[in-house]
């Protein structure tokens, strides 16, 4: 009987617009970006001191002017872009391989009581492996190529999005839940609509720090054997008794961990504007 | 659509919360519930919700015995509840049906009538306590719901607001006829809308009283018969009375 859509006149009428927000002045000095690169840029001015003045001894720490110049020439003649690539070819693909796989088992665990059961306890054990044991065993199976290396690295990143999505599924307020229920929505519904949105942040988290493992384990997949990448460039430079060549890989790892995970936070800022935390003062 | 319950009780670990609680709520009827803080309110309301199934008793709509949750009814719990990451507009249409402009139209005038309109854009982190609570209104209003259930529905509102609110909650009502059972510890909220006033009182919670309020709709605020039915309503929670 009651579902039309009959009228209800409103008890209050329509308030004027808001004022638009005064524009904000900020302090640019205490701008967090001025605020970060104080220490690094002071870092780096005092090192190349020290290193002019000879304290450091160039054969062990070269001054950062010199391995900026071997990053240059690397770019000049162009290997960086071929050891930079092949890297993040390698930590991308295994960051999707890991995170589509714990994508599946951890939607299953988080939702089924019954394939928590089942895989849960396995997949804790495996977690106890500390996963660089399995190199020479991916190497054996794979080969010393890509496969290998891509697999290490899904081992990596697959942990903790895991955890992160089966914590994040388990931590959903019932509250919220129930209203879903009341509204009378299915299962499904109440996955896409309520589960998925509400378990979000727990899987952003899961990704930032796969991704970081991710970094972290194609070191070890490349300094296993590897023909080209950042990781191959550590060996060349400990073999050829060159750390500039060394710090410069260093750098670059630095630089690109730093940028993909930039990536993820924007995302993670663009998703989560919503999420009601609390600001540091 | 009518209401019954039949002796409906609830134990959580084997400790009674609210026991033996009997009513008929004819279609259209306005029930309020009264009664101290713990004796059982909200656990009613949950029964008759089907959200909560383990109770004792029988639990009937339109005379048929229900188990679980009824599409018709609708639900304003104690908390505003709404979803964090949606804005207003999209929290009062989440339970809608049709297509989207439809929706937003309805969601829009429940949002105006609430005094909420100019807010749709907000995100719940950025409303007072009293509005959510009116988003939350605007939200179980807008599917009229052929019964609904209000938890302390006006509960965060200042007098005035609240007022208004109370007047078009009886909108909704003439132009519905839900069927509602209201939770509320305002008396002059219960006399000013209620059909029937349930008592209820004690740990575990037991009918104390039910008091009918003949008065005809639209009743006067402050009318001497108000009074009357709210001085009635306070002699029966006033707890320093012995009852058998
Ligand atoms: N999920 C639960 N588990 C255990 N005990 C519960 C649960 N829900 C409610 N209770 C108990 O049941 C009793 C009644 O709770 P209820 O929430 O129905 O009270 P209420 O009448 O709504 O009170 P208020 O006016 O404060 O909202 C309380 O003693 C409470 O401790
Ligand atoms: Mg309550």
């Known amino acids: ?281 | 659509m009518s209401l019954q319950l039949e002796r409906v009780g609830r134990k959580f670990a084997g400790k009674a919360a609210v026991q033996d609680v009997s009513f008929r709520a004819e279609p259209g009827e306005i029930i309020g519930l009264l009664g101290t803080s713990g004796c059982g309110k909200s656990t009613l309301l949950r029964a008759i919700s089907g959200l909560d199934t383990e109770y004792d008793g029988v639990i009937e709509i339109n005379d048929e015995k229900v188990d679980g949750i009824q599409k018709t009814t609708g639900f304003m719990f104690q908390e505003p509840r709404l979803l964090p990451w949606l804005n207003v507009l999209d929290n009062v249409t989440f339970g809608l049906e049709g297509n989207r402009e439809e929706k937003q139209n309805k969601a829009g005038r429940y949002l105006q009538s609430v005094g909420l309109a100019g807010s749709e854009k907000l995100y719940p982190k950025q409303l007072s306590g009293g509005m959510a609570q009116r988003v939350a209104i605007a939200r179980a209003l807008a599917t009229s719901p052929e019964i609904l259930l209000l938890d302390e529905p006006f509960s965060a509102l200042d007098a005035f607001t609240k007022m208004q609110l109370q007047d078009l909650l009886l909108e909704v009502w003439r132009s519905f006829q839900s069927t509602m059972v209201l939770v509320t510890h305002d008396v002059d909220e219960a006399a000013y809308l209620c059909d029937r006033i349930i008592v209820l009182r004690g740990q575990p919670g037991k009918v104390e009283r039910e008091i009918t309020i003949s008065e005809p709709r639209p009743r006067e605020r402050g009318s001497s018969e108000q009074a009357a039915y709210k001085a009635e309503i306070l002699a029966s929670l006033d707890l320093t009375t012995e009852t058998a």
């Open chain 1, 1 to 281: 009987m009651a579902k039309n859509q009959s009228e209800v006149s409103g008890v209050f009428t329509a308030r004027g617009k808001r004022k638009p927000l005064a524009a904000k002045l900020k302090n640019p000095f205490t701008h967090p970006f001025l605020l970060g690169s104080i220490f690094p840029l002071l870092l780096v001015v005092v090192w190349e001191a020290l290193s002019r003045l000879e304290v450091f001894p160039a054969y062990q720490l070269p001054a950062p002017s010199v391995i900026l110049g071997t990053i240059v020439g690397m770019a000049e003649d162009g290997t960086l872009w071929g050891h930079v690539g092949i890297t993040s070819y390698r930590v991308f693909m295994g960051f999707l391989l890991g995170t589509a796989a714990a994508v599946v088992l951890g939607s299953l665990v988080g939702f089924y009581k019954h394939a928590e059961a089942l895989f849960d306890p396995l997949i804790q054990a495996f977690r106890s492996i500390p996963s660089l044991a399995w190199v020479p065993l991916f190497i054996l199976w794979m080969g010393i190529g890509e496969p290998s290396k891509i697999a290490m690295i899904a081992v990596g990143v697959f942990f903790p999005v895991y955890l992160n999505i089966v914590s994040g599924i388990g931590g959903v307020d019932r509250k919220l839940i129930e209203v879903g229920k009341m509204y009378g929505l299915n299962t499904f519904q109440l996955v896409r609509r309520i589960i998925l949105p509400a378990s979000l942040p727990s899987f952003l988290v899961g990704l930032r720090s796969g991704l970081g493992l991710g970094w972290m384990f194609v070191v070890a997949a490349e300094l296993m054997g590897a023909s080209q990448g950042l990781g191959y460039l550590l060996v060349v430079g400990q073999n050829t008794l060159a750390p500039e060549t060394i710090i410069a890989s260093i750098v670059l790892f630095a630089v690109i961990g730093k940028l993909s995970d930039w990536i993820l936070k924007i995302l993670e800022i663009r998703t989560l504007h919503w999420q009601d935390r609390a600001a540091k003062s």
